[in-house]
């Protein structure tokens, strides 16, 4: 079975229909640490559009940071560049949902390599910055010295998380990112399987990014999570 046959196969665990049509990028997500904070709601409400509403779980708001390195992105029926496809990425983003679709929106989009950083912004529409990025397989280093944006993190790598809580799969599960370009809100829908995620010990913890009125710096997240990744396919954005 091909790549692509085997991510369309596995579509049990979506919470909602995969999308009509074809897709039209291929990428894979790797290596991925994800660290989640609650915070007011008041931070993330001023930065997300008013047509989107903000998905709280038990009543509680949160924001993730999550770092991983992008590898093998191409349009279909091109082959993947590696000096463009591959970079280290940095989101941060908050979660919402329209008409009972739940996404993610992106407050922050940051990647290492200033030539990925121009065309995704221009092909996405994403506001995607340069940063300079460092990783191995247990660090992640990244400076914005644009916004004075940084975050260092040391961390072990521990077993497979086999009993995923509800939250768990909340803040991981998304199948849809919201963005708001030209003063229209636009879906971009995207499938994968499901996130195979691990348990992590975090070592070492510094960062700095701003949310609005909120400082993100000096707290330790609420939950943390890491994934070997997911092979992902995306569809064409559409207005809502």
Known sequence: MSIIKEILTHTAHRPFNLPSGQWKYYQEWNNAVFLHWQIPIEAVRELVPPELDIDCYNGSCYVSLVGFTMQNIRPRYLPSVSFISDFNEINLRTYVVYNGKPGVYFLNIEAAKSISVFIAKHLSGLPYEKAV??????????????????????????EMLLNKTALDKWLTERYCLYLKQDGKVFCYDIHHQEWPLRTINVNLLSLNYRIGSFKLSGQLPDLVHYSNGVKVLSWQKKAI
């Open 133 to 158: 990025m460092a990783r191995t397989e247990t660090t992640f280093t990244s400076r914005n010295n644009k916004k004075g944006f940084y975050f260092d993190a040391s961390f072990d790598i521990k």
